[in-house]
Structure formats: C-alpha cells, structure tokens
C-alpha cells in the first residue's frame, strides 16, 4: 500500500483521476516517477500559463533564494514586493487607467472572494450577495455560498446564507434550458430589486465570473455583461469581477473582461498571478471602496510571498511586449479548429470558450469521464468539469509549442471520436 | 509617494509598525533595504521556527527547483509529496501511534479551520461549535465565526454564526477576572449540555489553541485541556486543536500537546509546516473521522505546493534527531529568567508562555505599543497582541543563536523599563 | 390628550386612517361614539365575512356563555370544539374529498403559518421555503421571512432566511412589469431546482396565496397555480396555500382555490374561520404530513377558544345551503360593474379580483390615500393596499345588503372621479 | 373512533393527559360531557386567574354582544379599548409611575415576544439576545430561539440564532446543579460582554422570567434580577420581563416583579390579561423605546379584541381593591404548607414557588406522570412541566374557594405519597 492509500485522507481527488506520481514538469509536460510523459492541457486548474518551470522564472527565483531574499513577510514591505507592484501598476493598471489598490491575503482565491464580499458589504451597508448559476467562488464558507455546485455546497455543514443565485448569462443557449438566461434575467432582477415589495433587497454586490471554468466553460456575452454593469450602478451594488481562473492572460488579454467597456469595483485575482505556482492571491479594489478597511482586519500570514513576488513580477513581463497574447490568439484558433467538427458531428455536443480556453460539453458526465481516461492512459492530461462533469475543459499553459498543443488536440478528438462513436 | 501609499490597500497592517522595506534576511535577522539589521522575535507570526532563509532547506530547493521538480499538483501525487508523507508518518505520527490521516487544502490556516468544521459537523449531524474567548482562527467565514476578537469579526459584514464562546482555561487567571475560568467552565458546559432544557445542544466539536498566541499568549492548563476532552467524549463531540501558531516544535515538541494525554480528532497545522515561509495546511483527521470525506469535496488551487513539501520535509528532520528541542528547552527558559523579573517589578505586568513562545502582559495597549516601537528603532523586530494589542509577543525562530537571543532580550527589558518607568 | 394619544403605542395604524373611536355595529355599519355610521368596505381586514354582530352566532355565543361553557381549553377535547369539527368535516372536507387534519394553534394567521412551515421542513428534510413576490403571511420571524414587503421585513432586526422570493403568477400583466410572471416562472424554477449546480436546492414548500389581498389584490391564474401545483409534486416539495384572508367564503365558494383542481398539502386559515371576529386559526394538514407531528410540539395557549368554535360552526351553517354563495356571485357583479369603468377611464387605473374582494390599482400611493381619506369622511371604510398603497381594496362583508353594497360603490366611485379628475 | 382521533392533528397533547370531553366549567370547577367534576389546578395554563365564567366578566360581556359592541377592530380605536387603557391605566400603571406604552398585537404571548425582541433590536441596532436555561417564550420562530426546551427547539425545521442562553438565578440551587447559577453568573456575562475579544458582543435585550412556569417553577431571586437589572443598564441593553404566565396577580401583585426595585424597558403580557380566557396579548413599552416604531410595522389582525377588553376591564377591577391579592397571600400559604412536608419527607422532591404558584419537582418525569394521572382520575387537573415534565405545577385559579383549594391539595398529597411510596 502506497503511503498516500495509508495516509492520505479520502477527499483526495485529481490523483484518482491521474493515478501515478509526477516526478518533474517543464512547459506544458509533466513526467511521472517512471519516466512517462504527458502533455498538460490541465495547468494547474489554470494557475501554470506560463508553464511549469518556467526558464525566466526559475532563474529569478533561484537567484533571489541565493540572495537570502525574504521569503515570508505577511503585509511588511519588502523589495520583492515592490518590484511586483511598481511593474503591475506600469504593466496592467496605467495603460488602463485603473485608480484600483492591490490587497493582498492568504493566498488562495477563496480567500480573495471571501475579502471582496466584506469590503462590499461594508461598503453598502448591505448584507446580501448576487451570484450565479454555475459560478465557482471558492471552498470556505463565505465564498461557498456564492458557489453554485452542490456537490460542494453539501459539505458546509451549516446553512449557505446571505447570497441568491440568479441564471448566468450564457452567451450560447444550452438547448433545453428554460432558466431564461441572457438580458431576461438583468430585467427581472431589476424589476425584484426596484419592488419594495418582492421580498428581495438590492444587494452588496453582484459576483460574476466572466467565463465560468469550473462551471463548465459557459462564456457570459459582452452585452449581458454591460447589462450587469449597468443595473449594479444603478443599484448602488457593487460589481465583482472573479478573474481567478481566467484572468492573467487566459483569454488574449490580461483581464477576461478587457474590451468590454465595464468597470469592476474589484477584481478577484489569484491561480496565475504568482507566476508559476507558488501561490498569491491579490484584490484590486477601487479607491473609493478600499478606503473603508481599517488597518489588519482581514489578514492572512502567507500573504506576503516572496517567490510569488519574484515570479509573479516575471509573469507581468509576458505583457510588456505583444508577443505572448498575439500567440493566445493564434493558438485559441488552433484550438477551435481543432474541436470544432465535434460540434458538427454530435448533435450533443457543444463547444464553448475564448482565447486558451475551450470546453467540449459532451453531453453528460459518464462520456467525459471516459474521454479523459482515454486521453490521460495516451499521454494527455485534461479535466472535466460543469455539472455532473459533462464539460471537458482545455487549458493548456499559454506557452505550450505549437507542435505538441496541435498533437495534443489530434489525441483529445480521437478519443472523443472513439468514445462517442458514430455521429448522433 | 511609495508604491505602497500610491497602490496598496488600506488594509495593510505590519507595515505601519515596521515602516521601512526589508530586503534579505538569514536565520534570526532582517535586512532593510538601507542595509539596516534587525533581530527578528516575530518570525514571521510564527511560520519561521527554523529560521529565515534556512541552510538545509535553502539548498533543498534549489536543487528540486534546478531538476524541475513540479511545482504546483494540486492533490495529484508527486514524488515531492510521497516523501513528505513518508518522513511525516514516520517521524511525527508513528512514534505517537497516531493513525491520523492527512489531509491537504488551500495553504493558510483559516482553510485548514474550514475543512475541519466541515468534516465535524458532517460527521455528527451537528451544527454548533464551540470556540474560547480569545481564540484566533482565521478570517474566512467559518473560522471567523470561530475567531473571537471583535476588530476582525466586526468586518464580515453578516452575523456569524453557529459558533459559542466559552471562557478559555488560562493557566494563570488575569486579576480582575471574573469569568471563572478553568475546570468551572468545564462543569458548566456539562451542566448546560446535559439538561435538554438549557437552550443549548452538544456541539458537533470544540476547537482550541493550547496556547492562544494572537489572542495574547493565554496558555491552557493540562487538567483543563483534559477536561475538556473527557467532556468532548461525553457529548460526543470531536476535539480539535489549532496547533497553527504553536505546533511544529514552538513548545519544545513538535505538537504542542505532546504529553498532555490528550487524543485530537483532528489538529489543524499550517504556518511552520511548510518549513521556511512557502504557504502548506494541512489536517490530522483520525481515519473514522475521514473516511466521511467525499472525494473533492473541500478542494483548494494551492493544496499541493512542491516547494513547501520539499522544505517542510527538511523541517521534519529536525524532530528525527533530539538536538532543537533540547535547546528549545534551554533558550525557552533564558527567555523566561529574562524576562520574569518584570512580573515582579510591575504589578500590572504578567508573564505566560511555555517553550520558546512568551507574552509580556504590559496591562494596556498604549504601553506596549510604545515598547513595540522603541524596541524596532534599536533593532529588534517584536509585535503586539491580545486584547486590545496589550501583550507583547516573544517568538524568535527556535534557531536564533544563544547571543542574538540574549542580546535581544535585553534591549526588551530596557526598552520595557524606559516606557514603564519605575515599579508601581 | 386622549388616553390613545397618552398611552398607546407608536405603532398604532388604522386608528390614523379611521380618526375616530367606534362602538356599536351590526352587519355592514360600524357606528362611532359621536353616533356617525359607516358602511364597512374593510369587514376587519377580511374576518367579518359574516357582518358585524352576526346575529345567528351572537344568539349561539350568548346562549353558549350562558350556560357555562368552556371559554378557553387549550387542545384540551371539549364539546363546542367536537361540534366545530364534525361540522367543518361534514361541510366543508368530505364533499371535497380531502383527508386532511385539523390543526389548532396560537389563534393569529402567522401562527398557523409557523406550524406549516415548521412541518414542511420537518417532512422534507429540506430548509428552504419558495414565497412569492407581493406576498403576505404575517409577522413572526418564519412568517415574516414569507413576506414580501419590505416595510414589514426592516422590522426584523435580524436577517430573515430560509426563504426564496419569486415572480408571483398574476392573472393580470402590470404594464411595464418585466418579471415575466406567469408559467415562465414555473419553467425557470423547474430549471434552477432541477440543476444541481444552480446553486439553488429544491424547496420543502411553495407557500402562495390564489389571491394576494395585501399584495394588492392580485390574482394568480387557475393555469399557473395548477403549474406550480404540478412542480410542487415533481420536486418532492409540499404545497401550502395560505388562504386566510381569501378563504372562508370570500371568493364564492369555501376555499378561494376550489374548482382549481388543485391539492394542497397544506391550507392555513384564520381570519374568517372564527365566524365573528373572535380568534381562531386553523391548518388542514394531510395525514401523511401530519403524522410527524410529535403531541405538544407546537403550542399556543389560546387555540381552544370556545366561543370562537361556536360562532365558527355557525358560519359553517353559511356552507350548508347555496344561498349566501350565490349572493356572493351575484354581489361580485355588482362590485365589478361599478368599478370596471375605472379600468376604462384612467390608463393608470387596473381592477382586479374575484367574488367579493376587488382591488382598484390607482397607481401611486398618494392618490389612493386621497380616496380613502374621502371615503371615510363620507361614511365609508375603505383601506389601501399593496406596494405603497397604491391599492382601494374592497372587501365588504359578504352579508351586505345590496342597496348599501350600491351606495357604497357609488360612494367610491364618485371619490375617486374626484381625486383623479378627468381621465387621463 | 371519535372526531378527534379521525380529525385533530398528531400534535395534539393535553387531550391525551386528560381523556374527556370537557363540556361546561365555573371558577375553579371544570365539568366533563359525562358530567363528572374536576377541580382545576391548572387555570388554562395559568390564563384563568379569576376562574372560569368569572360572573362579573359574563354579565360585563354578554351586556356588550347584547348592545352590538364593537367585537373585532384591529387597532381602530373603540370605546371597549378606551375603557380598558383608562383602566388600566389608572390602577396598574400609574400608582407605579410606570411612564410604559401599551402596546397591542396579535393576541398569543409569542406574538408580544417577537415584538418586544423587534424593537430592542431596532432601538439598540444589535441582533443579540439573552435568554435564560428552562425560558419559555413562545413557538414562533423569533420567541422560539429564545425558548431552551429541545422539545419545541427541534421542531423548528431551521437553525434558530441570534440568542444567547445563559443559566437562571434560581433562588433554590438544585442538588446536583453545577451551571454557577446566581451572581457568578451575572459576573460571567459582564466579564465576556465587557471584553471586546470574548467572542461575544453585548446583547440587544435580556430577556427574562421572574419566575419560570413552565420550565419547572424556577424562581429568580430579587438579588439576582436586581444584578441583572444593573448589567443590562451597564451594557446599554433593553431588560424586557416576559410576565406572560405569572403577571395579572399571579404572585399576589400585579405584576410579578413589584417590590423588586427593578425597571424593565419592556414587559409582555398575554394569557391573563385578557380577563376570562378570551385572547388579549399586551407589551409595556417604555416611551423612548416605544417611538422608534413606525405605524403598523408589527401588525396582527385580532390584535383588538373587544370582549377581551371588556372582561379584561373587570379584570382590573380585582386589583382596584386589596381583598383579592390579599386573598393570594393567605391560599399561597395554605398551598406551601400543604406540600412543604413532602420535601422534607423525600430526598428528591423540592418545592419552589410564590405567591399561588407552586411546583413540586418530583426529580423525574415518569413519578410526574404517575402523580398526574392519579389526581386526574381522582377529579383533580394538575400539570407536568419542567425539564422532561419532572415539575408538578400548582397554579389554580386565584378565585378558588379555600374548601376547593384545601381538598385539592389533600388529594394531591395523597397521590404523590402514594406514587412515592415510604420516604427515601
């Protein structure tokens, strides 16, 4: 018996789904302790855009560890830090005239959501939260209950209370659905939340995810964003982008919601922002909000890393010059090229997704479950996820060479074709 | 303007204590970015127990980092983790006859606080809690709820909820006190958990610091803690320790109930088990507990950081041979004879602590503030906690040399002296 | 200074709209101290279906106290109550075929609400309750948490949980409403309770009233109450019609919802139930609900009212013969046909209702103020209702003599002719 | 199978102690259908302080149904309710120089709770409330927080929050007991409410019986009211008195706290208020409390009850002159000196109690239930209460003649030692 199978608790989850021990990791391939290799269309559930071990960063970490750069230091200054932030603001923040502060907490998203949801509901002075269908927010209990899924909604042990969920705005209609997504759902919030009589409050803040990763790769339209935008200042709510998963480059631009003409209250930023895997969570917060925070309430004692600094800073470098999301571009195609005729071919098969991101909704949770075994026992390591983990989603680190991203693909519709077999 | 005033949040809290910008540090002592040193009796909040910077670790990964070892799993298994596991088990919970479980989550202690709750109240049917006075366990809803002091709970912006305080058993009672502390508390709860007619029903666990850090260095008697678990069985509660601040060799054990005959269900540990400041969680479950766990269902991005095992693994060699400890007993008690005779001088002053972890109980606030900030301006980095911020805490790393130790004492007593003024 | 202006409490209402003090009344008129009657447009807020002083139950009551009869018994068996419940099943369950229990409680409609709720969520193991937008079912915390109105929910003081809100099914589509009421309601709660990541779960009950009296007089459409009543069953909810202020007789027939097809699990009452304004209050619970009910567990210490099961049989006695039902109908064609031309004159005005209860919408608050301030100082007891008042709601005794009934009408009409001028 | 079992709900309870059908009843004398007499040691569950079909409030009623009297006017002003707030007035408020409000609502003691909790916490802007182990009071969600027993506690269906329970300074400590009742706990609240990191904040109200009915007849000692009385006004929060069973004379005053020197902002009362078992529910509020409401935000259709302002006229006609409360002291004496000797006799028993209320806490609740069901076989209505029913209540009409209330306890001593059998 192994010593996870002996000591490893029973919620352990992705290592039943890749039963073998990785070893090492460079780019977009991860080997495991006997030498076999896959190509990582995973990512590190999107934290890894830059690859694993990636050369600029690596180097920069090693040397600031051999010059006993500071590792830990909670929310003290530190130089590593204010290389990160004086790059962050010159690199994302000016060029889009951004006013946002950056706060920093534990680092884990979940930790990022759970800051935003009290800034805003101080803020307001009101407690309930809007958030959607499909999202995903995080594990600990104030961000779970803006968690849709139930499977994790059913491990809180207590009543998920303060956050109402409404239809997400899908930008494609899943064929059946009758949740009345799109701009239907903006006017009937806006007719609940302007009654004084509809048992309903206008809330602190709407939570949206732009492209729900988890949820199944749903994109939300630009117009139903505006929409969203709208209504929230119209409301006095406030809007809370989660960019967590799809931020950092993911979609061709550093933001998700980049050229959509809105303007977040917060963004939740955390996965890719440390660069390369060691973790950092960080919440831009407009000024006018972040003032409400006294100093220390909402601290965290990892929130000051280092490495995450060091890599982080590397990371921010990939959009001083046009040259990686130009690639995102050229490779998103790829990707939906590629994919693509599934669509075609099944009539239960939808595709979504924008930039490196793409989701094959095959229907149901068994077929998927099969394609990724298929694809994973063939070198290839990808995920599903959206309810009952019907939704196969593809995300590979943005770095990934073009040859293996294309090899990748050929294997993935392979054995979607083989699994699926004739058309429907 | 810095970067820090132009760009970071409010929020931002041990930067206004220690307002410079530090750049390297080794084992005990930090460098400011003016080539200014410090000797550090913070360490981190107590993550640093072996030291900024750490030789072993240090070394260990750079080469995991230089071979590509993978960084970032999630809860895939890697061999980084393996021997993390294997060294844990062998090392930690064999000598003990401990059949815990391990378990990852999101890498900071209110994660680990969150997956405990989750698992007690599934595992009873139960919703209550019940927390101490003075307990610190983190910031995210759940163990908010848990957290005691006002200042951080008055930012969740919603009631918290499902969740008792009792009075804590310090082993000292704080003159004035009048909350009868200690085995008395212990009766009542039996008492009030007995009688179905009291309001109150048996709580799903008890959660509790042996030594309450944060909450101002208040340390929990053993009959107390004994009780406590006597009563826990009684009820049918599960007994959880927080031992994040004081675990991991703090007390001159590696747990810090080692020899208390107590038997956690769960101990949450994180702050120094990842080694040398790189964030890890982690949960003992005991197998009966665990076994309730669905696969996924308290996941978290960062459950499986390759750097941390690799440190935190080098961390556990130090409980494989009796060296540290011992001197964990001789510097604790240097710390003690240090500072003992201030009880004695000032009547509002009292000492508690055990290992190498003291408080200074300077009776208010304003005072310790101004000991606080003198003690940085002569180079000694030292912080403040308990209720309204009136203990000074004492945690050098377990590491620091016997003379910096004993340098740095005295410039505290002097500095306490000088603020303090003659004896009342 | 009146006794009322010296000593009563702030909250005091209707004695604001109706400035003076009654004494006597009989049927339809209520006579003040200053010997100035009124034709009663309020009946009690929907109790007195039977007129003031009803002189069948006053001569039963009188004869009942008389000879010594039990007043007040708790759910203690007593005579008058046996003879309540055999005629109640006679008269009204039998013929109708329903199974259901009588339920006795704290004789005030939120109280019957309470024991509804707290029996859906017993049966279903489930906690949340799906109310309605504009609906009305009291005043106590689990009531209150049903209501929608805003001015009653900022009395809580605490969060009012456990309950959803949603676009009531309006037989009528309010111009500018965009809640898209009506069966595509049905169809999106069927998709977001049928989707297990929708965040929401299946509800242990649906609590609506056939017609919302305070809400505003708006009536669901026998359609949509008949898709709700279907969803209800596939999602393993119970159905709870809340039918004290429409029931009793007020719409024609017993129940507001016979000739519906419908089959609630549960059905509130109170108001009319008592007969003549003595409380009482009253679920039918089907059996297979009812019997999770433990003796004792939910008390109230006055639901065994003698006099009240006196005068309630004699209004059971109303249900024996078709008469005063047939005078219902022919009386709600006389309300409609004075009230409709409203409809036609003003844009703003929609008339809604069913039997004897109509509501004229004049739009604003203010307006509908104006009337009724008009009215009364004209002799007649009107009340507004709905969001803001905006509602003339009539709900007259259903005894009414039809020359007053006409007189009053006209009363009404001419008042509001004034108030709203020419047509728009 | 009688109507009752082929009709009444489960719940049903005190039918199932006393299994008759009770037909008529005067002053303490209850007749069954089969004409068989019982002498009522439990007065309506202490509703009927001045007995059944008291004489004085049937003429009073009967005059007033016969003269067309307003029976039911929400809260209109009528000239019943003017006599009653003059009354009352005059003789309980003023003599007292109590400046309190009346407030009325819906006419069940749970329905005055949840209004008193509603506007402490709107006057205080806290959520918080204390109540007390073996409190009763009510069954609506927001009282039935406040209730400790488990048995209605655990009908509720949802978590009930927002309250606090601390143990009752019981005058008799309990052999056994070991909750630190009495001042230590007054103490222990002003330590951990005074402390801004106990985890607890101070409370909007302390919510308190003086003497508990029904949670065994505890009784508070004058000391530790007055304590509570001084923390309450310390802490900035409301003290409301729940006199809802032991008010109107109960304790040979009118209310049960006269004589003690404390002040309460808000006092409920219901049950006996009333008069003769017609529901009247009442709050005292003090007028810079009473203002913060806004009119009819705590409404309640029967909440004007013109019999019960009639009978609960004459009601107060028993306190205009002392002959009555006089008469309270002289039966209370005959009631403890009859059962004072079976506590000395055995071990287990104790006697508690004031004015014409006692208990005997028979030690458990299967000796109760023996006792009970001996005297009810023998013509005599005593209750069970307390924790698991081991209290027999004592508390028979006021009104009772002296020969009654002689014989009735002959016949209870009887049983109880018959039950009990030779002294431990």
């Known amino acids: 018996m192994s010593i996870f199978e002996a000591r490893e608790s ?103 959501v759970e800051a935003a949801l009290k800034i805003a509901r101080r803020v307001t002075k009101r407690t309930q939260i809007v958030a959607f269908t499909h999202g995903f927010h995080g594990m600990t209990l104030g961000a779970l209950a803006c968690t849709a899924n139930q499977v994790f909604r059913a491990a809180s042990g207590v009543p998920l209370q303060h956050v109402s969920h409404f239809p997400f705005g899908c ?31 206008p809330p602190a803040a709407f939570l949206v995810e732009t492209i729900q990763a988890e949820g199944g790769v749903n994109v939300a339209s630009k117009e139903w964003l505006q929409s969203l935008a709208a209504l929230a200042k119209e409301l006095g709510s406030l809007l809370i982008i989660d960019d967590i998963q799809v931020g950092c480059g993911r979609t061709g631009s550093f933001f998700s919601f980049d050229g959509m003409d809105i303007d977040p209250d917060i963004v939740c930023l955390a996965k890719g922002i440390g660069g390369w895997g060691t973790p950092m969570a960080m919440n831009l917060v407009k000024p006018e909000v972040d003032k409400h925070w006294n100093p220390g309430e909402h601290t965290g004692t990892f929130r000051g890393q280092g490495l995450s600094f060091v890599a982080g800073s590397e990371a921010i470098g990939y959009f001083e010059t046009p040259e990686l999301m130009d690639e995102v571009k050229v490779k998103g195609k790829i990707m939906l090229d590629a994919i693509a005729p599934l669509e075609k071919k099944y009539d239960q098969v939808q595709i979504r997704g924008r930039g490196m991101l793409y989701g094959i909704d095959v229907g149901d949770g068994a077929t998927a479950k099969a394609i990724v075994a298929a694809c994973f026992d063939d070198g290839l390591l990808v995920s599903a996820c959206g309810t009952g983990g019907r939704v196969i989603k593809l995300i590979p680190p943005l770095t990934i060479p073009q040859d293996q991203l294309e090899s990748a693909l050929a294997t993935l519709v392979k054995h979607t074709e083989k699994v699926m077999g004739g058309a429907a």
């Open 10 to 112: 029973e919620i352990r989850g992705y290592c039943r789904v890749y039963p073998v021990v990785f070893d090492t990791a460079s780019n977009a391939v991860q080997v495991d302790d006997q030498g076999k290799e896959y190509i990582d269309f995973f990512a590190g559930a999107g934290v890894l855009n830059f690859g694993h071990n990636n050369e600029r960063m690596k180097r920069a970490v090693i040397d600031y560890i051999e010059s006993n750069g500071v590792t830990h230091s909670l929310d003290m200054h530190s130089t590593a830090k204010r290389t990160f932030m004086e790059r962050f603001t010159k690199t994302i923040l000016e060029p889009r005239d951004m006013p946002h502060k950056m706060q920093f907490m534990g680092p884990t998203g979940t930790n990022s």
């Open 171 to 201: 930008e494609k209609t899943c064929s059946g659905c009758t949740m009345g997504c799109g701009n239907g759902v903006i006017e009937q919030m806006r007719s609940l939340y302007s009654d004084t009589s509809s048992g309903l409050q």
